[in-house]
């Protein structure tokens, strides 16, 4: 009798396009501008910080002809960023010696015309790289994901932006936060295939 009663459920659920699965619209800030539909389901989230739960999303990605390697090295010399990525400013690792990345480095920058308190949660070599930036009105989780492939390398970045700042840039500057991290990738490939 109860499997009945499950089966009837799920079916008039079904009929109706109520179940528990993707019929719920995606929250705006995923779906804006299409590049929630290309997010890479390989990348670690912190709780909290799922793309579903986004004001604000972008996806990018790009392949370089340059190992992975290199890449990452590139993306941990935080402090060199404002040389080759215009996005950039003030950059200053707080709390590592050599001031480069590493698991739980804090940065304070500007980005976007924010000024960004971040910290690294996750750093696996050659391979990830995420961190939570915090500014006025905003809390953030940037990501980048890297694949080894036959000619070099293939970058995925991923960003989670919340908060009432985030909903005010999406719904003022749209395309801007894709097209800062496409500016991103582009001058990383630039710099990456260069050594």
């Known amino acids: 009798m109860a499997i009945h009663r499950t089966w009837a459920v799920l079916l008039a659920a079904a009929i109706l396009g109520i179940s528990g699965h993707a019929q719920v619209p995606a929250h705006q800030g995923l779906t804006f501008n299409g590049d929630g539909a290309l997010r890479n389901n390989q990348i670690h989230w912190p709780k909290g910080f799922e793309p579903s739960q986004a004001d604000l999303f972008a996806h990018n990605e790009i392949d370089i002809q340059a190992g992975c390697k290199i890449a990452f090295t590139n993306l941990v010399d935080?402090?060199?960023?404002?040389?080759?990525?215009?996005?950039?400013?003030?950059?200053?690792?707080?709390?590592?010696?050599?001031?480069?990345?590493?698991?739980?480095?804090?940065?304070?920058?500007?980005?976007?015309?924010?000024?960004?308190?971040?910290?690294?949660?996750?750093?696996?070599?050659?391979?990830?790289?995420?961190?939570?930036?915090?500014?006025?009105?905003?809390?953030?989780?940037?990501?980048?994901?890297?694949?080894?492939?036959?000619?070099?390398?293939?970058i995925d970045t991923e960003e989670v932006v919340k908060g009432p700042g985030a909903i005010q840039f999406r719904e003022q500057q749209p395309n801007t936060m894709h097209e800062g991290h496409q500016l991103w990738l582009t001058t990383l490939k630039d710099r990456s295939e260069k050594h």
């Open 78 to 154: 935080a402090e060199a960023w404002p040389s080759w990525y215009s996005n950039s400013k003030d950059v200053k690792v707080l709390n590592t010696p050599d001031h480069r990345l590493r698991k739980n480095a804090r940065i304070s920058w500007e980005t976007f015309g924010f000024h960004i308190e971040s910290r690294v949660w996750e750093f696996e070599p050659n391979r990830r790289l995420g961190w939570f930036g915090d500014g006025k009105d905003v809390h953030a989780y940037h990501t980048f994901f890297l694949t080894k492939t036959p000619e070099g390398c293939h």
